[in-house]
């Protein structure tokens, strides 16, 4: 049996030192995400996509306000101009 998932979309692109990207993907409400930190090297071998199907139990809660309405408003300006494997 397959775990739930549920479209996020890139909300937050961040470089984190020499090697480090930190994508952050959320729901279109903003509520919850996901975030991973990725090198440079795995990063020239997969495409950063505008859209994921995340598994249910990898989403956290967003903790703040603030977080959450950026989130939303970021999810839904990504939903309205690309397709889920856009490369961004």
Same mark, same amino acid.
């Given at each position: $049996?397959?775990? &739930?998932? @549920? /479209?996020?979309?890139? @909300?937050? /692109? &961040?470089? +984190? ?8 993907? !959320? ?5 919850? #995400?996901?975030? &991973? ?6 990063? +020239?071998?997969?495409? @950063? ?5 995340? *598994?249910?139990?990898?989403? &956290? *809660?967003? *903790?703040?306000? !603030?977080?959450?309405? +950026?989130?939303?408003?970021?999810? +839904?300006? $990504?939903?309205?101009? #690309?397709? *889920?494997?856009?490369?961004?």
């Amino acid at each position: $049996m397959s775990e &739930e998932t @549920v /479209r996020c979309w890139l @909300v937050d /692109r &961040e470089t +984190r030192g020499e090697n480090l990207v930190t994508l952050v993907y !959320a729901t279109l409400d903003g509520e919850r #995400h996901l975030t &991973e930190q990725l090198s440079f090297q795995l990063l +020239r071998r997969r495409d @950063v996509t505008a859209a994921r199907d995340v *598994p249910v139990g990898k989403l &956290e *809660p967003t *903790p703040r306000d !603030a977080d959450r309405e +950026r989130y939303a408003t970021q999810a +839904r300006s $990504m939903a309205d101009r #690309h397709d *889920p494997d856009d490369p961004v």
